[in-house]
């Protein structure tokens, strides 16, 4: 259980580095400061991810990266209300989902790129796709994309703009080679 807890502590200060730099980008693009609560790294089995993660019926966007390369896995950033980012940003309505899609893909290339640095490692990411809709839906689909043998290893951490308006939350699922190069580090 010791080797478990260091090993979850490692990720969750190697995602606290990635999240700080990561909103740190994101603060310089939107021209507001970017909040920030410490990640949380969980290794769960299917059942309770869909508990931690899937959090009743309520609508959600959300920007979904698939990375590949040492540094794989799925970046996905949950926004309830992109409204006030969209404000931030001066996008008008007709570019919501392109302006929400820079959102992700800015906050993700930095995560990445932060703890790409810290490990020595590199990781790419493909364009973020977007969506709407039902979170539980969503989260299925994401929870597809990021399968594992038996368990999940992911990483939480909850951002807001600096007024505390539009809570977001970002979950990263790291692939085999991520794991593999954090778990050296233990």
Request: aromatic letters at 6%; glycine letters at 8%.
């Amino acid at each position: 259980m010791v080797a478990e807890d260091q090993y979850l502590e490692a990720y969750s200060e190697i995602a606290n580095i990635g999240t700080g730099n990561a909103a740190t980008a994101l603060a310089s693009f939107l021209h507001s400061r970017v909040m920030l609560d410490p990640p949380a790294a969980y290794r769960v089995d299917l059942q309770t991810a869909c508990d931690l993660l899937i959090d009743g019926n309520r609508n959600t966007s959300v920007v979904l990266l698939e990375c590949s390369g040492e540094l794989d896995g799925v970046i996905t950033l949950f926004l309830d209300d992109p409204a006030p980012y969209l404000a931030a940003l001066g996008a008008p309505e007709e570019f919501a989902v392109d302006a929400i899609a820079e959102i992700g893909n800015i906050f993700a290339a930095k995560f990445l790129d932060a703890i790409g640095s810290m490990l020595g490692i590199e990781g790419h990411h493909a364009p973020p796709a977007t969506a709407s809709g039902d979170r539980r839906a969503i989260m299925q689909t994401v929870l597809a994309l990021a399968s594992q043998t038996d368990s999940y290893t992911l990483v939480r951490c909850w951002l807001r703009l600096e007024d505390g308006r539009s809570p977001a939350e970002l979950v990263y699922f790291p692939g085999p080679s991520s794991l593999e190069h954090v778990g050296s580090l233990v």
